[in-house]
């Protein structure tokens, strides 16, 4: 019925951590994105959402997910294919170190920037932009409990 994409919303020192899609991918190619990918079929697994951001987090960009990640929100879309997709987008954090392009044909680029950088780059398409100002939001609320 849909594809279940999840995306990874790092935050670090002052800024966030963006990928430049490869312009080798079908949707949105050659913008800019947090890291994420497709949840893959496996059968019955516990924790499928978690585990599958991990695993794209390590794919693209050589990063171990720490601690467990914060629902930030979820929406949907159709593909220039007709795919339907439910996109869910989590705050996490990562082991220290820096990320590198893992996976060049789904990865143009890795950058931190601040979230006014983001919000202002013409490569930042509107959907990234909302999930960045309510990722912050998490963030904020998480960091005064």
């Known amino acids: 019925m849909f ?3 999840v995306e990874a919303a790092i935050y670090r020192d002052g800024k966030w951590l963006i990928i430049e899609r490869s312009q080798q991918e079908e949707h949105a190619g050659g913008t800019f994105a947090f890291v ?3 949840a893959e079929r496996e059968g019955a697994v516990p924790d499928i959402l978690e585990k599958t951001i991990a695993r794209e987090v390590m794919e693209e960009v050589g ?3 720490t601690g467990t990640p914060r629902y930030v929100n ?3 879309f159709v593909t220039d294919r007709g795919e339907a997709v439910v ?3 989590f705050l996490c954090e ?3 170190g ?3 392009i893992a996976s060049p044909e789904e990865v143009g680029a890795v950058i931190w920037m601040t979230a006014e950088e983001v919000l202002s780059h013409p490569l930042s398409p509107p959907w990234l932009k909302r999930n960045l100002q309510q ?6 609320q998480t960091r005064q409990q």
């Not at 990722?135 to 904020?140: C, L």
Request: charged residues 30%.
């Open 3 to 5: 594809i279940v994409n």
């Open 94 to 96: 990562a082991e220290p």
């Open 74 to 76: 979820s929406s949907s």
């Open 87 to 89: 996109d869910i987008v």
């Open 135 to 140: 990722a912050d939001q998490v963030r904020r």
């Open 63 to 65: 990063l171990a997910l």
């Open 98 to 100: 820096e990320p590198r």
């Open 36 to 38: 994420g990918g497709k």
